[in-house]
């Protein structure tokens, strides 16, 4: 099995993007810029690597950001690939019909 996670606002997050009170442990630094990570997907990455699940983490930053943010998180051990995230995707079946809502994972940071 193969699990895709994003990178901005899933894994890390900026100060802008993520409300509330921050623990600079919940923070790595890239360049001169300030991250905070989400532990709940960081765990789940490992986890799922644990079972033997390819892990592919994506960026619209494209490949060379997903890399620079996973080595910042000491997860090269666990993910198999970085790409740029896809702009189309062609199948002959909609995503909803091969990837249930149970299978999707999404954060509304406005609630």
């Known amino acids: 099995p193969t699990v895709y996670f994003d990178v901005d606002s899933t894994l890390v997050f900026t100060a802008q993007e993520y409300p509330g ?20 997907h960081v765990e789940a990455i490992k986890d799922f690597a644990a079972r033997g699940h390819n892990i592919i983490v994506w960026s619209q930053g494209g490949a060379e950001w997903a890399t620079t943010v996973i080595k910042a998180l000491d997860l090269v051990w666990a993910v198999d690939a970085c790409l740029t995230k896809p702009n189309w995707i062609f199948d002959d079946k909609p ?16 609630e």
Request: aromatic share 14%; hydrophobic share 35%.
């Open 95 to 110: 995503a909803a019909m091969w990837l249930n809502e149970s299978h999707r994972s999404y954060i509304n940071l406005t």
């Open 21 to 40: 009170d921050y623990d600079t442990s919940d923070a790595i630094r890239i360049g001169d810029r300030r991250f905070y990570v989400h532990q709940p």
